[in-house]
């Protein structure tokens, strides 16, 4: 088999609402299901053009809020028929229902020694489980903070995959002594870190396939790369929150139609990179030196011009 699509969607309550005073159903609404176009509409996409996606989930508001908004989110996925799997912000642990926090509280997982990342990672599992998700083989930490420590505490608790080292984010907080432009599936430090996919910038620096920070044109840019280069995986990014102002109040026109556009891509692309869960991947082809997408002056140009209007989108909701 070819490149296979892991398309990843983060899926989480947001620390902005939380620290604003939000409740969790007023934070649910506006980053779980934000302005119609958040979860429920991100599926609807995806039934409607025969994708599957993974929705990486963050249980660990449950130790605030209990396990209703982390149970919510898991049915309404599951019951679309696609993949739940973990995902973690460590802050909440030391959060509190007003909205305030700890002093000294500890935002990035990697800032965590190695015992502390692995009771932070067992009970954010088994929030999930108990929220009603099968038992989770793969892991993208919060701004995917990861490091060596890390990858050790997935590999003791039997978690196959980590899909959070991104070399835009590198070497802080995406901390892997993997190199930043890493592109093909490695296996390291007992799991199999599938990278989140990359382009070149015009300097030579690195930007990743995040829906909101990328053009339609420069993922299809970088999927044909992909496909025509043999890569075993793309792995785009994408969050439940993402496809609206960042206020959750109105949707960002401009990235719901880049989500919109990106279904519609995989779709016409399916006999060349299929999109699958983390559950179907077989064999992978591992390591091995692959290039990201080099940079198209013509498509940044016009990714820039398109992030403006979204910008004024931003200021005028605001």
Request: with cysteine; hydrophobic share 45%; aromatic share 6%.
């Amino acid at each position: 088999m070819g490149t296979r699509t892991i398309l990843t969607i983060d899926t989480e309550l947001t620390w902005r609402h939380h620290i604003a005073g939000s409740g969790w159903e007023e934070n649910y609404a506006r980053s779980v299901e934000p302005a119609g176009v958040g979860l429920s509409y991100q599926l609807a996409q995806l039934a409607h053009h025969g994708l599957k996606a993974c929705f990486f989930v963050d249980p660990m508001p449950a130790l605030v809020f209990g396990i209703d908004p982390v149970r919510r989110m898991v049915e309404t996925i599951t019951s679309a028929g696609q993949e739940v799997q973990l995902h973690i912000h460590p802050m909440w642990e030391q959060a509190r229902t007003d909205g305030t926090v700890a002093e000294g509280t500890v935002f990035e997982l990697i800032d965590h020694p190695f015992d502390k990342q692995r009771a932070l990672i067992a009970e954010a599992r088994a929030l999930l489980v108990e929220a009603g998700a099968a038992d989770p083989i793969a892991f993208r930490s919060g701004s995917y903070a990861v490091n060596e420590d890390s990858l050790r505490v997935l590999a003791a608790l039997g978690i196959r995959y980590d899909s959070s080292h991104n070399g835009c984010e590198g070497p802080w907080p995406s901390a892997l002594s993997l190199p930043l432009d890493q592109t093909a599936p490695v296996e390291h430090q007992g799991v199999i870190e599938i990278p989140v996919s990359q382009m070149r910038t015009g300097s030579g620096g690195l930007r990743h396939m995040q829906i909101c920070a990328v053009s339609l044109a420069e993922m299809a840019h970088a999927l044909d790369h992909a496909v025509a280069n043999g890569h075993p995986t793309f792995v785009p990014v994408g969050h439940s929150f993402e496809l609206a102002t960042r206020d959750g109040l109105r949707p960002n026109p401009v990235v719901r139609k880049r989500f919109d556009g990106l279904c519609a891509m995989l779709a016409d692309r399916a006999d060349r990179a299929p999109t699958m869960h983390f559950a179907d991947l077989d064999t992978l082809p591992l390591g091995g030196a692959l290039e990201p997408v080099p940079a198209s002056l013509t498509l940044v140009a016009g990714r820039m011009a398109g992030q403006l209007w979204s910008n004024l989108i931003e200021k005028r909701a605001a």
